[in-house]
């Protein structure tokens, strides 16, 4: 009977290693596009430009920009619906960024949790 373990055979050992070269590859390389992305800014707009907001990619709020006419003292509740629906807008932004830059690394596979 052969000693040893049919498992530590080189070809076996060779394709492990190979598969763990590519995950650590795809993992650089999806942390350099995520750092990448959480630099990148968003704009969203609400009340057809009334409010604008910049979000960054890590979903940091960086300006929210106001038309004078937008600003109505009678009318809070009117502007303060009006910077969410911006702000929203501009999270959902950030993450189909951040997605789309994964998507680039990892392309069609689906792995639960990435995002």
Known sequence: MAKGNKFTGGGMNNNMNSMI????????????IQAETEEKTVEAKAGGGAVSV?????????SISLAPEV???DDI?????LIIAAVNEASKAANDMMEEGMRAVT???NIPGLF
């Open 71 to 73: 600003v109505d003292p």
């Open 54 to 62: 910049v979000m960054k990619g890590n979903k940091e709020l960086v």
């Open 21 to 32: 070269k590519q995950a650590q590859k795809m993992q650089a390389e999806m942390e350099r």
């Open 77 to 81: 509740e009117m502007l303060e619906d």
């Open 107 to 109: 392309g069609s596979l």
